[in-house]
């Protein structure tokens, strides 16, 4: 893997992260305005956010070159028509640059990183379209069918289908608890009830006789 495609895959990354980060990433404290380099990383505290990327450009790399080498063992390739398709995106994107007025050159490099160009952002995005076509080959190929996981579910729909609530409820007032009393109470019910015997007995207790009243009707 050349430096110059490990700096697309990379611009590639961050670019996704952003999408799926949309609404949240400012929360998470990073800022593309500043370098990643300088930005504590959200999710570990001991790497900076230049870490998190790197890190995770290289296994998305490695996971892909070992999907690529199983397609070339197993001759598995994109056809001309899905070749064509990813050129046919970029030149669009070209066209539709051009009408704008804007430079392809300098657009591709400020997406996918100095140096980078047209022809080497289309190669890179034909060998991510041969990685998911191997991807579900390799998927396809386990054999699971929907038939399968319907058999599945049926044997075993009383345990997924299930689930347990319960819920117990403690209400301040002008003439009774506090709102900070009521606080207090709830933290310690749920750290009395660690099972729903204990539960039940601790929710019978706690119910004052004016709300006894009201949900026996």
């Given at each position: 893997?050349?430096?110059?495609?490990?700096?697309?895959?990379?611009?590639?990354?961050?670019?996704?992260?952003?999408?799926?980060?949309?609404?949240?990433?400012?929360?998470?404290?990073?800022?593309?305005?500043?370098?990643?380099?300088?930005?504590?990383?959200?999710?570990?505290?001991?790497?900076?956010?230049?870490?998190?990327?790197?890190?995770?450009?290289?296994?998305?790399?490695?996971?892909?070159?070992?999907?690529?080498?199983?397609?070339?063992?197993?001759?598995?390739?994109?056809?001309?028509?899905?070749?064509?398709?990813?050129?046919?995106?970029?030149?669009?994107?070209?066209?539709?640059?051009?009408?704008?007025?804007?430079?392809?050159?300098?657009?591709?490099?400020?997406?996918?990183?100095?140096?980078?160009?047209?022809?080497?952002?289309?190669?890179?995005?034909?060998?991510?379209?041969?990685?998911?076509?191997?991807?579900?080959?390799?998927?396809?190929?386990?054999?699971?069918?929907?038939?399968?996981?319907?058999?599945?579910?049926?044997?075993?729909k009383d345990q997924i289908d299930t689930v347990t609530a319960r819920m117990a409820s403690f209400i301040y007032s002008d003439?009774?608890?506090?709102?900070?009393?009521?606080?207090?109470?709830?933290?310690?019910?749920?750290?009395?009830?660690?099972?729903?015997?204990?539960?039940?007995?601790?929710?019978?207790?706690?119910?004052?006789?004016?709300?006894?009243?009201?949900?026996?009707?």
């Amino acid at each position: 893997l050349s430096l110059l495609d490990f700096r697309i895959y990379y611009n590639m990354y961050v670019a996704n992260f952003y999408s799926t980060f949309s609404q949240t990433y400012e929360q998470m404290g990073i800022d593309p305005s500043v370098s990643y380099s300088e930005q504590t990383c959200y999710f570990d505290e001991s790497k900076t956010w230049a870490d998190f990327f790197v890190e995770n450009t290289i296994d998305y790399c490695r996971e892909l070159l070992t999907f690529l080498q199983q397609a070339e063992q197993e001759d598995v390739s994109l056809t001309d028509e899905e070749r064509g398709a990813v050129e046919q995106r970029f030149e669009e994107l070209a066209d539709s640059l051009r009408s704008d007025g804007e430079d392809v050159q300098q657009y591709i490099e400020d997406a996918y990183g100095r140096g980078a160009s047209m022809d080497d952002v289309v190669r890179i995005m034909q060998d991510v379209a041969l990685y998911s076509k191997m991807y579900s080959h390799v998927t396809d190929s386990f054999g699971y069918e929907q038939s399968h996981y319907d058999e599945y579910y049926d044997t075993h729909k009383d345990q997924i289908d299930t689930v347990t609530a319960r819920m117990a409820s403690f209400i301040y007032s002008d003439g009774g608890m506090s709102k900070e009393q009521a606080a207090e109470a709830a933290e310690a019910f749920d750290a009395a009830a660690t099972d729903e015997d204990e539960f039940e007995r601790l929710y019978e207790q706690s119910l004052s006789d004016e709300l006894r009243a009201y949900f026996e009707g």
